[in-house]
C-alpha cells in the first residue's frame, strides 16, 4: 500500500524566546518535526512494513524545510521517499492555505491508498489541516484515529472518542488524522540516519503546482504575545494547617486574585 | 577549523537523548543505583536502537562509526545516565580487541549477542598484586594433550564480570622471561567450571558492578585462546588508548550534568536575601567550570580527531586522560559546594556523580600512570 504521510516543522519549544516587550523571537528555534506528526509517520511506516508498499513523506512550508538536516530527520524515521513545497509565500501559512497547498501537491504525486496526518500541530494545534485536505480531495475523512489496519483493500480503524472507540471500515483511499496514543515512534539509529542521506527528495516551489485560490489566506494573524513575566515574590508560609491557610488567604487577596 | 557536528552525528545525538529520556530518566537511574542493579533495560533500548553496534563491522550486524561519534555518544550518556556511559566506554577496548584478534567464530557469537544488548565482555588484567604494574600478574595457562587450556589464578576489579557471558582474560607464561612477551588472551566463558565471581562493595559505580574472580582448574577448549600465544600484552595495548579516549568523554557529560544542576541551584537558592549567584564567590566558581568543561570537550575532540586520522596519540591520550578526569571530579566537586548540604544529601544527584566520577582517576591507569606515559615522551622530543 502507498501512504502519504504530511509533517510540518515548527520552532523546537525549547528555543522559543518571550522578550520583555511580550513579543515572541524565533530567531535561534531550531526547526524540528512537529511531535504530533511523528506518530503518524511511525503508523506510515509500521503499515507499510506490515503490507508492503512505501511511505511518501510531504510538507509544504517556507525555506526552512529545505534544510538538509531537517530533511535527513525525516527520513531516518522510515518514509522511503520525500516530497516538498518549499515557498516563504508559505511562510505563516493558515489552516486552509497549508491545507489547499497539500491537496496540490498529493495531486502530483500519484496513487495512493492513505493519507495520514497528526492530530494537530505543536506550534498551532487548530487540529483543520487533515479535515481540510480530505474535504478538498473528495475522501473519506476521520480525526481521533487511535488504530489503523489495512485488509483487502479496505482499512479497519479505532477512532477514540470522549467515551467510547468507535470500530469503523473505510475504503480507501482515505485521510485520517491520527492520536498521539496510536503508537511510539522508534528512535532513527545511526543506520537509518546514514540512509537517509541516500533518499529521493522532490522539492517544489507554489510555481510547480495549481493550488485553489493561490496564495489567498482566510486567518489574519494580529499580533502574538507571551503572558507577562513576574518574578518570585518568595514568600514562605509556616506554622499550623489552619493558620497557614489563613495567611495564604490574605496574601491572595492582598494581589487581587480573591 | 570547523567545529560543527555533521547533521547525522547531531541527529544521532537528539535520538540518543530522547531515547535516555525515555528509557534512563534520572529517577531511574537513581533507583538502579539505590539498589545496585545492572541498567538492564536503558542498555536493551541502547541495544534496540542500534547503539550498541556502533563501530562494529557490518558483518556482525554493526554500524561502522569513527571515534569522534563515539565519544559524542558516552558524552550524551554520561550526562543524561553516567553509569550507563561507563558500561558503554568499558565495552568498547573488549570489543575492539576481539574484532582485532580474535576468531571468526569468536566474533560472530560474541559481537552478534553485544549488538543484541548482552552485557560487554568483562576485561580480567588486574590481580590482587598487579595494578598499574599490570605485567606482575600470575594467572598461568597451561596446555594439556595439546587440547585444552588449564588456567589457575585469581582477578580483582574485573568489572561487570558477574553480569557479563564473558571476561578477556590476561594469563602469563612464568616461563617466558620478558612479562610483555609472556601473556597471552582468552575469551572465558563466565559460566565455565572452576570460575568463582564475587562482587565487591566499593564507594560508586553501585550499577555498574566490580568483582574478584578466582580461576580454579579452569579447562578451556584450544579454540578459546584470542590471537596468538604470547602476543597478549601487544594485543591489549592496542585498544587502550580508545578506551581510556571514550570513558573520558562520558567524564564531560557527567561534569556538565553537575554544573548545569549547579548554575540553576544557584539562581533558585536565597541567602542574605538575594539567590547565592549574585555572590561573585559562586559566579567565579561557575566560570571556572564552564572553562574547564569547554577545555575537556575540545581536548577529547582533538584526540578523537587525530585518531579518526590515524595519527598517534601515545602520550597525547594520557595528558587528555588525566586532564579530563581530574577536571571532571573538580567541577562536580564545585558543585557540590554550590549546592551546600543539599550536595552532599542522597536525595540529590550530585553526591552520585561525586561517587561515580572519582574513580576516574584510578581505572584505566592512574593519575600517576599517566604521567608515566606522558613524561618520557615529552622529554623525547628535546633530547639532543
Ligand atoms: C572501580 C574499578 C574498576 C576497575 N575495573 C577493572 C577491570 O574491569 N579490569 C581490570 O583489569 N582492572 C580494573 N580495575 C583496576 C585498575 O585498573 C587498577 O585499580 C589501577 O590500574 C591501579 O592499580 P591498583 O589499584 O592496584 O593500584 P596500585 O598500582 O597499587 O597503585 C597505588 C598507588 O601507587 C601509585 N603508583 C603505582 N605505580 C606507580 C609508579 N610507577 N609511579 C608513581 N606512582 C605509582 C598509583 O598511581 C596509586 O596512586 C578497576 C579498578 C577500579 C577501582
Keep these: ?258 | 577549523m570547523d567545529f560543527r557536528l555533521t547533521e547525522e552525528q547531531e541527529l544521532l545525538m537528539s535520538s540518543l537523548k530522547e531515547l535516555l529520556e525515555r528509557e534512563a530518566p534520572e529517577s531511574y537511574i537513581a533507583e538502579l543505583d539505590e539498589k545496585h542493579e545492572f541498567p538492564w533495560k536503558p542498555w536493551k533500548a541502547l541495544a534496540d536502537n542500534g547503539f550498541l553496534g556502533l563501530g562494529i563491522d557490518e558483518k556482525y550486524g554493526g554500524t561502522p562509526a569513527d571515534v569522534l561519534t563515539q565519544c559524542l555518544v558516552a558524552d550524551v550518556l554520561g550526562k543524561y545516565a553516567f553509569p550507563v556511559g561507563v558500561i558503554y566506554g568499558l565495552g568498547v577496548i573488549t570489543i575492539r580487541d576481539i574484532e582485532q584478534f580474535a576468531s571468526d567464530e569468536q566474533k560472530a557469537r560474541v559481537l552478534g549477542g553485544i549488538i543484541k544488548g548482552e552485557p560487554p565482555v568483562a576485561l580480567g588484567i588486574s590481580e590482587p598484586q598487579a595494578g598499574s604494574d599490570a605485567a606482575g600478574l600470575k594467572t598461568s595457562a597451561v596446555l594439556e594433550g595439546d587440547e585444552e587450556w588449564v588456567i589457575n589464578g585469581q582477578k580483582i576489579y574485573c568489572t561487570l564480570s558477574n553480569v557479563a557471558k564473558y571476561i578477556l582474560l590476561m594469563t602469563r607464561d612464568s616461563k617466558a622471561e620478558n612479562p610483555y612477551k609472556g601473556m597471552s588472551m582468552f575469551l572465558l566463558p563466565t559460566d565455565t567450571k572452576g570460575v568463582r565471581i564475587n562482587p565487591l562493595p566499593k564507594v560508586g559505580w553501585w550499577s555498574v558492578p566490580t568483582c574478584e574472580v578466582f580461576l580454579d582448574d579452569v579447562r578451556l577448549p584450544k579454540s578459546a585462546l584470542v590471537g596468538t600465544v604470547n602476543n597478549g600484552w601487544m594485543q591489549l595495548m592496542a585498544n587502550f588508548e580508545i578506551e581510556r579516549l571514550i570513558l573520558s568523554a562520558s567524564c564531560v557529560g557527567a561534569a556538565e550534568a553537575a554544573y548545569e544542576d549547579a548554575a540553576t541551584y544557584a539562581n533558585q537558592r536565597v541567602q542574605f536575601g538575594q539567590p547565592i549567584g549574585n555572590f561573585q564567590m559562586i559566579q567565579e566558581k561557575l566560570v571556572d567550570m564552564a572553562i574547564k568543561i569547554e577545555n575537556m570537550r575540545n581536548y577529547y575532540y582533538k584526540i578523537a580527531w587525530m585518531m579518526d586520522n590515524k595519527m598517534p596519540v601515545r602520550h597525547e591520550h594520557a595528558m587528555a586522560k588525566l586532564y579530563i578526569t581530574q577536571a571532571s571530579f573538580e567541577v562536580i566537586d564545585d558543585a557540590m559546594q554550590i549546592l551546600g548540604g543539599m550536595g552532599y544529601m542522597m536525595a540529590h544527584r550530585i553526591q552520585r556523580l561525586w561517587r561515580d566520577v572519582r574513580v576516574m582517576r584510578i581505572g584505566g591507569g592512574t593519575d600517576q600512570i599517566m604521567y608515566n606515559i606522558a613524561g618520557p615522551q615529552l622529554l623525547k622530543k628535546f633530547k639532543k
Excluded at chain 1, 506554622?239 to 489563613?246: F, S, T
Design chain 1, 1 to 258: 500500500m502507498n501512504i502519504i504521510v504530511c509533517y510540518k516543522l515548527v520552532p523546537d519549544p525549547e528555543d522559543v524566546v518571550a522578550k520583555p516587550d511580550g513579543s515572541i523571537s524565533l530567531d535561534q528555534a531550531e526547526w524540528i518535526i512537529s511531535d504530533y506528526d511523528l506518530m503518524a509517520i511511525e503508523a506510515a511506516v509500521q503499515l507499510v512494513e506490515a503490507n508492503g508498499g512505501k511511505v511518501m513523506a510531504l510538507s509544504v512550508g517556507p525555506s526552512q524545510l529545505a534544510n538538509s538536516k531537517a530533511k535527513k530527520d525525516v527520513l531516518s524515521r522510515g518514509p522511503d521517499e520525500l516530497y516538498l513545497v518549499v515557498d516563504d509565500g508559505l511562510r505563516d501559512a493558515d489552516t486552509s492555505l497549508t491545507a489547499r497547498t497539500l491537496a496540490a501537491a498529493v495531486a502530483k504525486l500519484g496513487e495512493f491508498d492513505l493519507i495520514l496526518t497528526g492530530e494537530g500541530s505543536a506550534d498551532l494545534y487548530f487540529q483543520q489541516v487533515g479535515m481540510q485536505l480530505g474535504e478538498l480531495l473528495g475522501l473519506p475523512t476521520f480525526n481521533a484515529i487511535s488504530k489503523v489496519e489495512w485488509s483487502g483493500g479496505k482499512l479497519a480503524v479505532e477512532r477514540s472518542l470522549e467515551d467510547e472507540v468507535e470500530a469503523l471500515e473505510v475504503p480507501a483511499p482515505a485521510v485520517l488524522a491520527v492520536t498521539t496514543d496510536i503508537n511510539q515512534p522508534r528512535l532513527p539509529s545511526m543506520k537509518e540516519i546514514l540512509k537517509a542521506g541516500k533518499k529521493p527528495v522532490v522539492e517544489w516551489t507554489l510555481g510547480d503546482l495549481a493550488v485553489q485560490d493561490g496564495l489567498a489566506q482566510r486567518v489574519e494573524v494580529l499580533s502574538v504575545r507571551s503572558p507577562k513575566q513576574v518574578n518570585r515574590k518568595q514568600i514562605r508560609i509556616e506554622g499550623k494547617p489552619e493558620e497557614a491557610a489563613q495567611a495564604l488567604i490574605g496574601h491572595l487577596s492582598k494581589e487581587g486574585v480573591l
